[in-house]
């Protein structure tokens, strides 16, 4: 067997779990999520070399964007033989070992494109895709990538009560138990899968709520203390007698303000020492 049949089988071991009905944005990110585990293992020097064939189900920006700055070329057929061939022996082999390697590339990213359509073609119901589908051809002149777009466009866009499920899910509390970086892993989920339909990101939100979150569990009072005191403002006020006490780990929030328990603590603590004075004044 060839190179290109040879590829194909190996991927072939690969499960790709069936789609039921209309697909949801969950079941898209599911199908992808086992496509580049395949893909990812069939190695090559293009796009940088580190994620395999992923580029061909992942978008462009998303790819050169996980592969620092790289893209995932489209391998041009090489051809049978080599263009040319110099009438030197040593350039000749040269030429013959460098066509070699180029039908290798052709071929294995062959392979794996037409692997990954057909997967995608056989986890979904035909009428979610029928629209690429062509008479002649069926889907072989269509990207797998074109594939998965139709998907999320025809059946996998977010409606309102997902949109809103997702938000949920991103602000649920710390049970006390979960390790917390899975909890940032599964909100980070949610938000890209937010942020793939146009709802930007909300960072300070989600860090505002998880820092509260471990500060009402008590279990990390010191690091909330170190955290707190990393975000000092960088320039104090000069015009404040209090700026140096204001602004030291003890009392910053991060903001160059007191704590609101805090400071209304202290305005009550202060009312009433005025209250007092002006009484020893009275009398």
Known sequence: MGILQDVFNALQAFEITKIDGQPTDDDINKLTTQLTAALVTISTTNGGGKLGHIGIVVPETRYVALSGGTKLDKPVNPGAYPATA???????????????????????????????????????????????????????????????????????????????????????????????????????????????????????????????????????????????????????????ACTSKRNSPRWSNGTGRLPDPLAKALRTRRRKKKSRTRKLKLW
Not at 103 to 117: D, G, L, N, P, Q
Not at 148 to 172: C, P, Q, V, Y
Request: charged share 35%; net charge negative.
């Open 86 to 240: 110099d009438d030197d022996k040593k350039i000749r082999e040269q030429q013959v070992t460098e066509h070699k390697a180029e039908v290798i590339e052709f071929e294995t990213y062959m392979a794996c494109k037409s692997w990954a359509r057909q997967a995608i073609v056989k986890a979904v119901d035909e009428e979610w895709i029928s629209e690429k589908h062509d008479e002649d051809i069926g889907y072989q002149a269509v990207e797998p990538l074109a594939l998965l777009d139709l998907l999320r466009d025809a059946g996998g866009d977010l409606d309102d009560l997902e949109i809103t499920d997702l938000n949920t899910k991103m602000l649920e509390p710390w049970d006390g138990v979960e390790a917390p970086v899975t909890m940032f892993a599964r909100a980070d989920k949610y938000e890209r899968q937010l942020e793939r339909h146009s709802i930007p990101k909300q960072p300070e939100l989600h860090l505002s709520y998880a820092i509260s979150t471990y500060q009402t569990s008590g279990q990390f009072d010191a690091a909330m203390r170190e955290w707190h005191a990393k975000y000092r403002p960088t320039r104090p006020s000069p015009n404040s």
